[in-house]
């Protein structure tokens, strides 16, 4: 493919055990590509897509990405204990949560959220600063940026602890900075009035919606979608398919949609990918503008069937 890369995966090798799930793979994602990945039931796609996410080691090659990285899962994997609003902001704080995922360097380094170095100190520890980074700005012993009273900062300035999540100048989550991010990531995924809702009040679409809204809330250069829609609905899914084409449109984010559904691969995606065998078998460039009829692509469809191994069903 052309242009800017945001991922690009080369010679990846991954096992289980004895189970060689991928084998030399490679693969490129542009900046702002919406890109699907079908295969069949065990070929290994939400494996790709856990090391893309930094979620799980390559045994073999490189997988990088050059930006953040935000997940979101077939399950909305939402925490009960907390508001919806507060779950969106995991999304900005917490990089435990697969559903925020982590910023990976080129180099497949993994740093801050802020992209600041952070360090591994816990708590409120405030070393004060007595030396600069390449920019000037100061830093403590260990080489964190510091502000002049020695709390930690992260490269643009906000504080941060020591865990590099975002806190006040006394050390207090920024809540209303939080809360306002939050409520503009429900707005787009059209849950405006829902912010102080438990998870258990919502239905499986709208939990999916925070699911979205958690990942997109700290504005990922590559968005991962592991079957986002599968345990949706037929209606919920259609809606669904919407609104991610207008979050996509809206931030243009690079996407890598894993689904089994061969016709939502062929509506949403610039480029259609097949997993087969350890590796990309396959590779269906969509034409613009996207098509609204799944007639519009049949022939392609009949391929990417046959790609499949479901040649039974290419000529319905
Ligand atoms: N943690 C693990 N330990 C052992 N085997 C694993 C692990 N994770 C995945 N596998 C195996 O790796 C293979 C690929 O799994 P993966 O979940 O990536 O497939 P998939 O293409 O996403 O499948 P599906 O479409 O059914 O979700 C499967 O055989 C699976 O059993």
């Known amino acids: ?52 996410a930094g979620l799980d080691p390559a045994v073999e090659g490189e997988a990088s990405v050059d930006g953040t990285v935000s997940v979101a899962f077939q399950q909305p994997r939402l925490l009960p204990w907390r508001r919806v609003w507060r779950n969106v902001v995991l999304g900005l704080h917490d990089q435990r949560v697969g559903a925020s995922g982590a910023r990976v360097g080129p180099s497949g380094a993994r740093v801050g959220a802020s992209g600041a170095r952070v360090g591994a100190a816990r708590g409120q520890d405030t070393v004060a600063g007595t030396e600069a980074d390449g920019g000037g700005r100061p830093v403590n012993g260990r080489g964190q940026h510091v502000d002049g009273r020695g709390q930690h900062v992260d490269g643009t300035g ?80 259609l809606a669904m398919h919407r609104l991610v084409e207008d979050l996509w449109s809206g931030h243009r984010p690079g996407v890598l949609l894993v689904t089994h ?22 590779e269906h460039v969509l034409r613009r503008p996207r098509p609204r009829a799944l007639s519009d692509h049949l022939e392609v469809r009949t391929d ?5 191994g479901v040649s039974e069903y290419a000529t319905t």
């Open 158 to 237: 906000q504080h941060v602890d020591g865990r590099g999540q975002v806190v006040d100048g006394r050390g207090k989550l920024g809540r209303g900075r939080d809360r306002a991010l939050a409520e503009k990531a429900l707005s787009e995924v059209h849950l405006e009035g829902h912010a102080d809702a438990w998870p258990r009040t919502l239905s499986g679409g709208e939990a999916q919606r925070v699911s979205l809204a958690r990942a997109l809330v700290r504005e990922p250069d590559l968005l991962l979608l592991d079957e986002p829609f599968g345990a949706l609905d037929a209606l919920t899914r």
């Open 261 to 282: 559904d061969v016709d939502e691969a062929l509506l949403l995606a610039d480029r259609v990918l097949v997993l087969g065998n350890g590796r990309i078998v396959s």
């Open 304 to 308: 990417v069937l046959a790609d499949l």
């Open 1 to 52: 493919m052309a242009g800017e890369l945001i991922a690009r995966v080369r010679g990846l090798d991954k096992r289980f055990g004895d189970r060689a799930v991928l084998s030399s793979l490679d693969l490129e994602i542009g900046r702002g590509e919406f890109v699907a990945l079908l295969g069949r039931s065990g070929s290994g796609k939400s494996t790709l897509l856990r090391i893309l």
